[in-house]
Every structure is written in C-alpha cells, then in structure tokens.
C-alpha cells in the first residue's frame, strides 16, 4: 500500500501569495492531521479531521490559514497571504478511527519558503 | 493540557554499543499511548515503537525497547547495538486517545560515531 502522499515537496514562493500543500491519506483510512515543524516551536498540530469533519483547529494560527477535506481520502491546506513566517515544514500524518491500530503515519513533508 | 518533556537535546553513541533517550510527560489521563518517532535527514517521521498505557510489558521492536515507568510518568527508549543508519533526531510523543493529536517533545538529537 502507498502510505501517506504530500504535493509538492518543495515549495518557493513570495511573501504574499496564495500556497497550497496537498495530502493524500493511505487507503481505509479516516483521521487526517495537519502538522508544522520549525526550529522555534518543534512539531505542533494545526488542524485534524474525523470521517472528513474538523475536529480542533485550535492550533490554525490565524485565518489566513484554511484547510479542507473534499473527499474521504484528500485534504488541501491553504495559505493566503502567505508570510515569511510561515516558512517551515508541514507534514500531514493519518490513522484509522476503527481496528486496533492508532498510530498515526506520515506523509513525507512539504517544506515551503516564503521569501 | 499534556507536556513532554526530552532533557537530553544532543546525545553521541559509538556504534555496536547501547543508548539511552529519555522522556517524561505530564497527564491526568490514566489511558493513552506513547510513541517514539525518528527523523532522519531526510525529514520522513518514522515510528519506532509504540506503547499504550493500560500495557505493563514494556514494548520492544527489535533493537529498539522502552522502558514505560506509568507512576513516574517516564517512557525512555533504549537502543542497541547500535548502527550508524540510527543517527537522527527523536520524537517522543503523547496521544491521549485514539485519532487525537499528538504531542511532541522537543526531540533528541542522536548521532552514532563509527
């Protein structure tokens, strides 16, 4: 099975443009998280979803940030402006709310740049 | 709300030998799970090794084991036999319940010496 895919892998971009970071969950499963890693405050959640619904967005900075879940299996999180600060590196992870397993496996990260 | 704390940010190992990362966290739960996870320089997070709290028995996934100490809110990973494809950075972790958030400590940064 693929595990967890994130689109691009790399990003670039200019103080004040829109960025989009896409993630795809593995197969079967219904719990999608939305992390962040810097060096000043580690790895933080920013929003989670169950069976495609937000459950704690507590961690969203602010609302130029958004994040959605179109399909069972897809997730975008949006950036809008974006900022220099928001330079790091986002990483979504998904599990399964069913079976016995809870773990919560990663995608393999998006770093993005905002100049 | 939960806290994990790792003392150790920089720790060094030879290569065959034994290591030792420590993690405590601070939670009124008396049910969760632990997880360690490692990061590479590739930036993929890995997972160890994980353990849930209402287990005694310590998990162990070949070379990697845990030493879960519920009462003292401690969850340490040892490493043995070390090898050089170790050197990364450690992520000990908190899930209060199932598809929950997590939460990270700060990490460790291990670096295996030949």
């Known amino acids: 099975d693929a595990g967890v895919i994130q689109s691009p892998r790399h990003e670039v971009t200019e103080m004040g443009q829109e960025v989009t970071l896409r993630c795809k969950l593995i197969?079967?499963?219904?719990?999608l998280f939305w992390y962040r890693q810097t060096m000043m405050r580690g790895l933080e959640l920013l929003i989670y979803?169950?069976?495609?619904?937000?459950?704690?967005d507590s961690g969203m900075p602010e609302d130029r940030f958004s994040a959605k879940m179109p399909n069972a299996s897809f997730s975008t999180l949006k950036i809008q402006p974006s900022e220099p600060r928001d330079s790091a590196v986002y990483f979504c992870?998904?599990?399964?709310?069913?079976?016995?397993?809870?773990?919560?496996?990663f995608g393999p990260g998006t770093r993005l740049l905002v100049l | 709300a939960q806290t994990v704390t790792q003392s150790q940010p920089e720790m060094s190992v030879q290569e065959a030998e034994t290591v030792t990362l420590s993690c405590t966290y601070d939670t009124s739960e008396s049910d969760y799970y632990l997880f360690w996870y490692k990061q590479p320089p590739s930036r993929q997070m890995i997972l160890v090794i994980r353990q849930e709290a209402y287990k005694q028995q310590n998990a162990t996934e070949n070379r990697f084991s845990v030493n879960f100490q519920k009462a003292a809110k401690s969850f340490s990973l040892k490493i043995s036999d070390s090898q050089l494809g170790d050197t990364a950075m450690y992520f000990c972790a908190f899930m209060k319940q199932r598809s929950e958030k997590l939460v990270f400590g700060k990490g460790t940064k291990l670096t295996v010496n030949p």
């Open positions: 992870a998904s599990s399964s709310l069913a079976g016995t397993q809870e773990t919560q496996y």
């Open positions: 979803f169950n069976n495609n619904v937000p459950i704690d």
């Open positions: 197969s079967g499963h219904n719990s």
